[in-house]
T-cell receptor, first 113, second 115 residues
Framework: AQKITQTQPGMFVQEKEAVTLDCTYD???????LFWYKQPSSGEMIFLIY??????QNATEGRYSLNFQKARKSANLVISASQLGDSAMYFC??????????FGAGTRLTVKP | DSGVTQTPKHLITATGQRVTLRCSPR?????VYWYQQSLDQGLQFLIQ???????AKGNILERFSAQQFPDLHSELNLSSLELGDSALYFC??????????????FGSGTQLSVL
């Protein structure tokens, strides 16, 4: 069963504006981690941000923040002040307990000048 | 640079053939993971090794096998290749065997084309 759902196959945002990429997950574990990765057209997978299930504060890393709503099982990525270089595929991922990392289908973000 | 090295970057072969993909993890990392990324399947977990032992198995076909050597590098062997095996194969590494808070460091991938 799909445990990570990204419902937006593609998103557009104007340069300098903020954008939210949606991610919902399904788990019965109490201990889990949520991750976002960026995949530019060059193909590499770049780690962006991490949120632990026990973390009370939303994670932030520079222009990236994670809007973590545990009761709704959502972990949306917010990118502020979008730049042209933010155009890429974005993947939400989850690790449950000591298990491997599973990924969502991804969202392709296009930043328009 | 993630510190994870994958070779080759590109591989073109024919149906029915066998290929080997190689991965060197980051220095000090004991776990190696293999993922397959194809256009219609997204990023699929194949298999994980920890310190030479198989740790977890995902959607890995019987035609595929992997191992991790004493120096911690890993190889993914793909045999009896089919057109549908064409994909980007990623290797990733992490320090431990799989904690919930442990991020993965990815290599740049091997693009396999089966003609």
């Amino acid at each position: 069963a799909q445990k990570i759902t990204q419902t937006q196959p593609g998103m557009f945002v104007q340069e300098k504006e903020a954008v939210t990429l949606d991610c919902t997950y399904d788990t019965s574990d109490q201990s889990y981690g949520l991750f976002w990765y960026k995949q530019p057209s060059s193909g590499e997978m770049i780690f962006l941000i991490y949120q632990g299930s026990y973390d009370e504060q939303n994670a932030t890393e520079g222009r990236y923040s994670l809007n973590f709503q545990k009761a709704r099982k959502s972990a949306n990525l917010v990118i502020s002040a979008s730049q042209l270089g933010d155009s890429a595929m974005y993947f939400c991922a989850m690790r449950e307990g000591n298990n491997d990392m599973r990924f969502g289908a991804g969202t392709r973000l296009t930043v328009k000048p | 640079d993630s510190g994870v090295t994958q070779t080759p970057k590109h591989l073109i072969t024919a149906t029915g053939q066998r290929v080997t993909l190689r991965c060197s993890p980051r220095s000090g990392d004991l776990s190696v993971y293999w993922y397959q990324q194809s256009l219609d399947q997204g990023l699929q977990f194949l298999i994980q090794y920890y310190n030479g032992e198989e740790r977890a198995k995902g959607n890995i076909l019987e035609r595929f096998s992997a191992q991790q050597f004493p120096d911690l590098h890993s190889e993914l062997n793909l045999s009896s290749l089919e057109l549908g095996d064409s994909a980007l194969y990623f290797c990733a590494s992490s320090a431990y065997q799989g904690k919930a808070n442990e991020k993965l460091f990815f290599g740049s991938g091997t693009q396999l084309s089966v003609l």
